[in-house]
T-cell receptor, first 112, second 114 residues
Framework: GNSVTQMEGPVTLSEEAFLTINCTYT??????LFWYVQYPGEGLQLLLK?????DKGSNKGFEATYRKETTSFHLEKGSVQVSDSAVYFC???????????FGTGTSLTVIP | DVKVTQSSRYLVKRTGEKVFLECVQD?????MFWYRQDPGLGLRLIYF???????EKGDIPEGYSVSREKKERFSLILESASTNQTSMYLC?????????????FGDGTRLSIL
């Protein structure tokens, strides 16, 4: 079956620190992979995506590379800001199906 | 930009009431979804729909039903609300399956059942 596992939170970092949030997946086919971000009191927003192996998704300084050999899609940012404080969700969708499979979310707090 | 609108941001109801949560999308998407979000459990799929008048059970459909009379609107119904249905409810929509098609989310409804 399909599933997503992401690192447990919460994560607390100082401003300008390097961020990594780990995400691994299990899929029966060839999924697309996504990172969503949820700011306090809001719904989920698409942050970035990758649709095939070795693709790199990027947006707002965040990056993630689709690694088929390790079934991973780790989220990274070189220098976090206070405004990056949010909950981050890793997700996958099978390209032949309509459902998404989400990780449990990782809460990030960035302190000045 | 895709807009998914949920009718209420906050809602307080009493045990036993019938509760309606409404969701409207403006991008003519075929697929619509209802999730609930609870701390430590992430998003859990309640129901989804691929077309008008069509519905499929998700992972946790018990105590819920849905209605999709028009393509743009997908309603979640709590038949007889209970305290364990206190949660954040998120609606999402997406185009038909295809490479990299994301789901688009509303801002959520925080529902409290007293």
């Amino acid at each position: 079956g399909n599933s997503v596992t992401q690192m447990e939170g919460p994560v607390t970092l100082s401003e300008e620190a390097f961020l990594t949030i780990n995400c691994t997946y299990t899929a029966t086919g060839y999924p697309s992979l996504f990172w969503y971000v949820q700011y306090p009191g809001e719904g989920l927003q698409l942050l970035l995506k990758a649709t095939k192996a070795d693709d790199k998704g990027s947006n707002k300084g965040f990056e993630a590379t689709y690694r088929k050999e390790t079934t991973s899609f780790h989220l990274e940012k070189g220098s976090v800001q206070v405004s990056d404080s949010a909950v981050y969700f890793c997700a996958l969708s099978e390209n032949t199906g309509n459902q998404f499979y989400f990780g449990t979310g990782t809460s990030l707090t960035v302190i000045p | 930009d895709v807009k998914v609108t949920q009718s209420s941001r906050y809602l307080v109801k009493r045990t036993g009431e019938k509760v309606f949560l409404e969701c409207v999308q403006d991008m003519d998407h075929e697929n619509m979804f209802w999730y609930r979000q609870d701390p430590g459990l992430g998003l859990r799929l309640i129901y989804f729909s691929y077309d008008v008048k069509m519905k499929e059970k998700g992972d946790i459909p018990e105590g819920y039903s849905v209605s999709r009379e028009k393509k743009e609107r997908f309603s979640l119904i709590l038949e007889s609300a209970s305290t364990n249905q206190t949660s954040m409810y998120l609606c999402a929509s997406s185009p038909p399956s295809g490479l990299g098609q994301p789901q688009h989310f509303g801002d959520g409804t925080r529902l409290s059942i007293l």
